[in-house]
C-alpha cells in the first residue's frame, strides 16, 4: 500500500507539472502573437468594472443565458476549491481542506454541484434543441459541456465512494454523495470503495488537466483575457489618429493583421462566440454577409497562424486540441488579412452602430477594427465602391455629399419665415448653429431646420450660423475610410471655430454632435457640445418654451446610434414628447441602447444596399408593430430612412414621420401640423 501511494503521489505530480508547463508555454505564445500588434498607452479601468466581471451586469441582459452563465461562473469558482479539496483526500486520506465550518462548505459544494448540472443541461437544451441561431453548434461547441459535466459526476463519484473506503455516515450536509452512497455501504467492502473513489479521483484530476491545457486554445480562453479586457476597456470608443506626417509610413490603416493596436488584438482572445454581436447586429439581422462575431473569430485564427509563424514558437500540443497553430498555420500563413480571411463586402456592410459592441460581454470593440480595415482600402489601396467614391469626392470639391454648390449651402436662410443671423450679423452669440449638409441642403431636412430655428427665436436665444462658410463635418469621409479627408474638413471646421470665438455649439445632426464632443478635441478643438434634443429638453424645463396645443398622435420614437450608444443620450427626446400635450409615447421592442440602427451611419446613408432586405425598412417594420401614427426621431439621417421605409410600406399616409423639434414647433403652435 505505501509503493501504491508513492506511485499515486508521483504521478500526481509529474502530470501537474506537465500541465502548467504547457498550460504557461500556450499562453505566452499568445501574449507574444498580442505584442505584435503596436504598442499603445493602457488604460485602466477598475473602479466600474467589478460589476461586469462579477455582477456579469452585460450578460444579464438576457435574462435566460444570464443566469446560466452567473451560475456557472460561480458554480466554477466554488468547484475549484472543492477539487483542491479533493486532491487533498486523494493524496493525504482521511484529511480535507482546513477551512472552518467544513460540513457547511460540502453542503454547498453539493448543492453548487446540482445547480451548475441543471445550469449545464439548459446550456445543452438551448445549443442543440432550441437551436438558438447565434450559438455555433458541433462537437467542438459542445466540449466544454462534456468537461462540465464530467468533472462535476467525478466530484459526487468520489465523494460517495470516500464514504464506502473510509465507512463514513450518510449525513444531511452531503445529500447528492450520501444517496449514491446508499446503495453500496451496505455490501461493498472498503477496499473496493477504494479503488471506485480513486478511478473518480484520477478521472476529475485528468479531466481537470485536459481542461486546462483546452482553455487556451479555444473560445474559453476568455475565462482568462475577458477580465483583462474589461479592465483595459476604453471609457468611449474612438477612433484613433492617422499622422499623415510621418514620413515612414508606407501603408494607412490595417492591412496586416500587425497593423492593429495590441489592445484591439486581446480582443480576439477575449471573444467568448456567444453571438450577441451578430444577433442584434443589423447587417447581418437583413441577410448582410458581415456577422461581427465571424469577423472577430477569423482575426483571431489569423493572429494566431501567423503569430506562430513569425514567433518560431509553437508549443508541443496535446491530441484532442482540435486546431493547433501548425495547422492553422498551415492553412492561414499565406492568407491576406484583407480578401482571404475578411472580405471587402463584410467591412462595407457595418454600419458602424455599435450595437454589436453593447451586447458584447467581455467589452469587445469591432467597429474601429472594421473603420481600420476600410482605412487601407481606401487610402492604401485606392479601393473603394464607386458610390462611396462619388460622395467622398463631392464633399472635397464642395463640402457636400451630392457636389451641390458650396455656395448654396446658406440657401435655406432665404426660405427661412424666421431670421437667421450669420456670424458676422451676430459676433456676439453664444451658441453656435452648426446646420450640417443635411440640414442645408435636403429639402425634408430643411423643415426641421426652419422648425428649430423658430424655437430657438421664440425662446430669445443668442445664436449665429456659419452659412456658407460651414464645411463638412467630416462624419461620413471618417467612417467610409477616408482619414485624410475627415482631416481636411475638421481642420477647416476648427480655423472658423477659432476665428469666430466658438465656446458653444448645437447642432441637430448626432454624427456631427459626436464629433465635436470626442473626435475633434484629437485635432485641439475644445468647447461645448449640445444635441438640439438637450437645448429644447432644458428649455421645455426652463419653462422658456411652453408646449400648449394638443397633439393627439401615437408616437413612437427612435434612438439615434450616435445619440444614444455613442453618447447615452436617451432622456431628452423622449422628455419633450412627455410634455406635449396628447401625445402617446409608445416603445419599440427595441428601443434605447438596444434599439436598431436606420441603416445610414458608416457612410451607408450613401450606398445601394444590394444584399438581403434595407436597414431601414426592417426598423421602419419593427415601429409599425406598436401602430403608432408617428415615428419621430432626433437625426436627419435617421428622419430620412425612416421616411423612405414608411413610404416603402406603403403607410406614409397613415403613419407620419417628424423630427422632435417638428413636434415641439406644433405644440408651441410655431408650425402647422404638416401632412
Given at each position: ?368 477594427k472594421i473603420i481600420d480595415m476600410r482605412r487601407y482600402l481606401v487610402l ?111 481642420e477647416a471646421n476648427i480655423a472658423k471655430f477659432n476665428k469666430h470665438g ?128 408617428v415615428i419621430s426621431s432626433a437625426c436627419p439621417y435617421c428622419l430620412t ?35
Amino acid at each position: 500500500m505505501q509503493s501504491l501511494y508513492w506511485i499515486n503521489l508521483g504521478l500526481f505530480v509529474l502530470l501537474t507539472a506537465a500541465s502548467l508547463f504547457l498550460f504557461g508555454r500556450i499562453v505566452h505564445a499568445r501574449y507574444r502573437y498580442v505584442l505584435l500588434g503596436k504598442k499603445v498607452e493602457w488604460e485602466w479601468n477598475f473602479a466600474d468594472s467589478w460589476g461586469y466581471i462579477f455582477g456579469q451586469k452585460k450578460l444579464l441582459k438576457d435574462k435566460k443565458s444570464g443566469w446560466m452563465h452567473v451560475i456557472m461562473f460561480y458554480g466554477f469558482i466554488l468547484i475549484q476549491f472543492g477539487a483542491i479539496d479533493l486532491f487533498i483526500k486523494g493524496l493525504f486520506p482521511g484529511h480535507h481542506l482546513p477551512i472552518p465550518f467544513y460540513p457547511a462548505f460540502q453542503w454547498l459544494e453539493e448543492v453548487t454541484v446540482l445547480l451548475v448540472f441543471l445550469a449545464t443541461g439548459y446550456a445543452y437544451y438551448r445549443r442543440y434543441v432550441e437551436k438558438l441561431s447565434r450559438l455555433k453548434r458541433g462537437f467542438r461547441s459542445g466540449l466544454v459541456i462534456i468537461f462540465l459535466t464530467s468533472l462535476l459526476f467525478s466530484i459526487i463519484w468520489s465523494a460517495a465512494f470516500e464514504k464506502v473506503w473510509l465507512e463514513e455516515s450518510l449525513t444531511w450536509t452531503t445529500p447528492l454523495s450520501s444517496a449514491i452512497a446508499f446503495f453500496f455501504v451496505s455490501w461493498m467492502s472498503p477496499a473496493v470503495g477504494a479503488v471506485f473513489f480513486y478511478i473518480g479521483w484520477w478521472m476529475h484530476a485528468l479531466i481537470l488537466f485536459s481542461f486546462l491545457l483546452y482553455v487556451p486554445q479555444s473560445k474559453h480562453f476568455h475565462l482568462l483575457v475577458a477580465p483583462l479586457n474589461i479592465f483595459l476597456r476604453r471609457k468611449r470608443a474612438q477612433l484613433s489618429l492617422i499622422d499623415f506626417e510621418d514620413e515612414s509610413a508606407e501603408t494607412f490603416g490595417a492591412g496586416k493583421i500587425e497593423d492593429f493596436a495590441q489592445k484591439q488584438l486581446i480582443d480576439l482572445y477575449a471573444c467568448v462566440e456567444c453571438g450577441r454581436c451578430t444577433s442584434v447586429c443589423p447587417a447581418s439581422g437583413t441577410g448582410k454577409m458581415l456577422s461581427p462575431m465571424d469577423l472577430i473569430v477569423k482575426m483571431r485564427n489569423h493572429l494566431t497562424a501567423k503569430g506562430a509563424a513569425i514567433t518560431s514558437s509553437t508549443p508541443w500540443m496535446p491530441s484532442f486540441a482540435f486546431a493547433t497553430e501548425a495547422a492553422a498555420t498551415n492553412q492561414s500563413t499565406e492568407q491576406s488579412l484583407i480578401g482571404d480571411v475578411i472580405t471587402p463586402q463584410e467591412l462595407w456592410a457595418c454600419t458602424t452602430c455599435r450595437n454589436c459592441e453593447d451586447a458584447c460581454p467581455v467589452m469587445n470593440e469591432h467597429v474601429d477594427k472594421i473603420i481600420d480595415m476600410r482605412r487601407y482600402l481606401v487610402l492604401t489601396e485606392g479601393s473603394i465602391r464607386p458610390e462611396a467614391s462619388r460622395t467622398l469626392n463631392n464633399i472635397e470639391r464642395q463640402g457636400n455629399p451630392w457636389g451641390l454648390s458650396k455656395k448654396e449651402r446658406a440657401n435655406w436662410i432665404e426660405e427661412s419665415k424666421v431670421p437667421v443671423p450669420t456670424v458676422k450679423e451676430n459676433p456676439t452669440f453664444d451658441y453656435l448653429f452648426f446646420v450640417g449638409s443635411m440640414g442645408s441642403y435636403d429639402l425634408r431636412t430643411k423643415r426641421v431646420t426652419e422648425a428649430f430655428v423658430k424655437l430657438l427665436t421664440h425662446a430669445g436665444i443668442s445664436f449665429a450660423i456659419l452659412g456658407n462658410q460651414e464645411k463638412n463635418s467630416g462624419d461620413t469621409p471618417r467612417r467610409l475610410g477616408n482619414e485624410f479627408l475627415f482631416q481636411q474638413q475638421a481642420e477647416a471646421n476648427i480655423a472658423k471655430f477659432n476665428k469666430h470665438g466658438v465656446k458653444k455649439i448645437i447642432t441637430m445632426d448626432p454624427h456631427a454632435f459626436n464629433l465635436f464632443k470626442h473626435e475633434y478635441r484629437d485635432l485641439g478643438w475644445d468647447g461645448e457640445v449640445i444635441h438640439h434634443t438637450q437645448l429644447l429638453a432644458q428649455l421645455v424645463k426652463d419653462k422658456k418654451i411652453v408646449p400648449s396645443k394638443t397633439i393627439n398622435e401615437r408616437i413612437t420614437y427612435h434612438d439615434s446610434c450616435y445619440l444614444g450608444r455613442y453618447n447615452d443620450e436617451y432622456e431628452a427626446p423622449r422628455y419633450i414628447l412627455r410634455q406635449i400635450p396628447g401625445v402617446e409615447l409608445v416603445e419599440m421592442t427595441r428601443n434605447r441602447e438596444n434599439a436598431m440602427c436606420c441603416g445610414a451611419g458608416g457612410g451607408m446613408m450613401w450606398l445601394e444596399e444590394t444584399e438581403g432586405k434595407r436597414v431601414n425598412l426592417a426598423r421602419t417594420e419593427q415601429a409599425l408593430e406598436v401602430s403608432p401614427t408617428v415615428i419621430s426621431s432626433a437625426c436627419p439621417y435617421c428622419l430620412t430612412m425612416l421616411s423612405d421605409g414608411t413610404k416603402a410600406k406603403e403607410v406614409e399616409d397613415q403613419v407620419q414621420t417628424y423630427d422632435i423639434a417638428e413636434l415641439l414647433a406644433q405644440s408651441v403652435e410655431l408650425e402647422e401640423h404638416i401632412s
